[in-house]
């Protein structure tokens, strides 16, 4: 996320000062995601798509818990932007304040569950890394695979399919050059890239199962053809 204040946001597209999440937006249906593309697209290009980690000990924002209106409606719980006592950014968040918002024909998320944040990358670094720990932490034989998966798995159903190509592909490359020209192990060319092909593969699985489960958070159901006997029930 761009290193701004998020203090007094409004989206005059949903005349509202709601922050979108990459989480929300990953578990969307695709009918919600139409509903509100335009003001996501408007939230995006003022400060990008924000992780729920991001916003969880911000000061420019304020946590609402879910709660039901009036008529029976029930809104989600969600982060709202906070005012910053400013008379002209109060009338903004009021509503105030004329915008003379163009909507785009041609700048369309190719996938609902796919909305591209430049700033996301760190993201899916960390949740790669927390399973490299955890898969260490396991210390079972052949279970890398099974690490690979669910660290995708996880990266699909927080909105972070592309990054997690982008990291997945670059390390296989990377360990290509490094087992053969580098730090040589001792297998053949075509043996390490067959070792690479069989990780891209598992990767490639826990997308799409992530990308299929959006509401159901069980990878180890998803997985379950990776997943070899011994590994602790808490992975």
Same mark, same amino acid.
């Given at each position: 996320? @761009?290193?701004?204040? &998020? ?51 911000? =000061?420019?924002?304020?946590?609402? !818990? ?7 409606? %029930?809104?989600?719980? !969600?982060?709202?932007? @906070? ?5 002209? =950014?109060?009338? @903004? ?12 024909? =041609?700048?369309?998320? %190719? ?8 700033? $996301? ?18 210390? #079972? ?9 669910? /660290? ?7 909105? &972070?399919?592309?990054? /997690?190509? %982008? ?9 290509? #050059?490094?087992?053969? !020209? &580098?730090?040589?192990?001792? @297998? $053949? ?18 997308? %799409? ?12 159901? /998803? &997985? ?12």
């Amino acid at each position: 996320m @761009k290193k701004q204040t &998020l203090k007094n946001f409004y989206n005059p597209i949903s005349e509202d000062n709601k922050i979108f999440t990459g989480e929300e937006i990953a578990k969307m249906s695709l009918e919600d995601f139409q509903k509100n593309e335009d003001a996501i697209m408007y939230q995006y290009e003022n400060f990008g798509v924000p992780y729920e980690r991001q916003l969880k000990n911000n =000061n420019d924002v304020v946590f609402v !818990h879910e709660y039901r209106r009036e008529d029976g409606t %029930i809104v989600k719980a !969600h982060y709202r932007s @906070k005012p910053d006592g400013i008379e002209i =950014n109060k009338q @903004k968040l009021d509503g105030k304040i004329e915008y003379n918002i163009k909507k785009k024909e =041609n700048n369309k998320f %190719i996938n609902p569950y796919v909305p591209y944040n430049p700033y $996301s990358l760190s993201e899916a670094i960390d949740l790669f890394a927390q399973n490299k720990i955890d898969m260490e932490n396991a210390n #079972i034989k052949n279970s890398d695979k099974y690490f690979h998966a669910k /660290a995708n798995f996880q990266a699909a159903q927080s909105g &972070l399919i592309v990054d /997690a190509l %982008i990291l997945d592909i670059g390390k296989e490359l990377f360990d290509l #050059i490094q087992k053969n !020209h &580098l730090k040589k192990n001792g @297998k $053949s060319y075509n043996t390490n890239l067959e070792d690479s092909l069989s990780d891209l593969k598992a990767d490639f699985y826990g997308l %799409i199962q992530g990308f299929k489960n959006q509401k159901n958070e069980n990878y180890k159901d /998803a &997985l379950k053809k990776y997943r070899v006997d011994g590994i602790d029930e808490k992975y």
